[in-house]
């Protein structure tokens, strides 16, 4: 699509003079949520995710905005000590790489706003329209989305298996295609809890009936390479 460039698990998007970094689902404070249920895992998907973002930014340099396609922090209905740390850690790391932050807001968030209260270069919003792009978490449908022609949704955390006839590997991916006159992007989940899920095999809870088979695989590489697999339902 004109006007998108992918970058590792993320998107630029240039319109209008105008840079957005586009951030997929970030889930901060699951290593806590883990630990809390008796499974112990090392707390440090956050430091981790600061060095991607490094590259991320040392590849592109700074933008307008960032827009992050919510589920934000990982606990619904309450806020963890992980989460509170974590969502401010990453806002004072953007607030030096743009201008704004977006957040659209995700099934997860519903206790966001008591943390960026103060935060001035933040908002949190249903959905955001830019341009011709509108960006939208991807569980809830809402109208004003309709006059949108490019719609970039999160929620889904695809991802695919591939095998080379021996053993089958798991892939973080974009899904690019069509629904109605709409060019949608499906953009994978930023953090590194778990791949996602393969939507040849799971429904992956999007509001819209998506054919998603029809739709192309492109998939998370390393160094922030991103390879065109092509048709979903073409592939082994």
Do not use: Q
Not at 33 to 60: C, H, P, Q, W
Not at 106 to 127: A, C, F, M, Q, T
């Amino acid at each position: 699509m004109k006007g998108i460039e992918y970058v590792g698990k993320c998107l630029l998007i240039k319109e209008r003079g105008e840079r957005i970094l586009v951030v997929g689902d970030l889930h901060l404070g699951y290593e806590e949520s883990l630990n809390r249920t008796g499974v112990y895992v090392s707390r440090e998907m956050f430091k981790e995710m600061i060095k991607y973002l490094d590259g991320v930014f040392a590849k592109i340099g700074e933008v307008d905005r960032v827009v992050l396609l919510g589920d934000v922090k990982h606990v619904f209905g309450g806020v963890l000590r992980d989460e509170w740390n974590g969502v401010l850690g990453l806002f004072e790391y953007l607030e030096e790489k743009c201008e704004e932050i977006l957040i659209v807001k995700g099934n997860h968030d519903g206790v966001l706003e008591p943390i960026i209260r103060g935060k001035s270069k933040v908002r949190l919003l249903d959905y955001y329209i830019w341009g011709e792009y509108c960006f939208v978490h991807g569980d809830k449908k809402f109208g004003g989305m309709e006059k949108s022609k490019v719609w970039v949704m999160g929620h889904a955390h695809p991802a695919v298996k591939i095998s080379d006839g021996v053993k089958v590997e798991k892939y973080k991916c974009f899904l690019v295609g069509r629904w109605k006159r709409k060019d949608v992007v499906v953009v994978p989940s930023f953090f590194e809890g778990n791949e996602g899920s393969d939507p040849r095999e799971n429904d992956l809870g999007l509001a819209w009936d998506l054919n998603l088979k029809r739709f192309n695989v492109r998939i998370v590489g390393e160094n922030l390479e991103v390879l065109d697999f092509g048709e979903l339902g073409k592939l082994n």
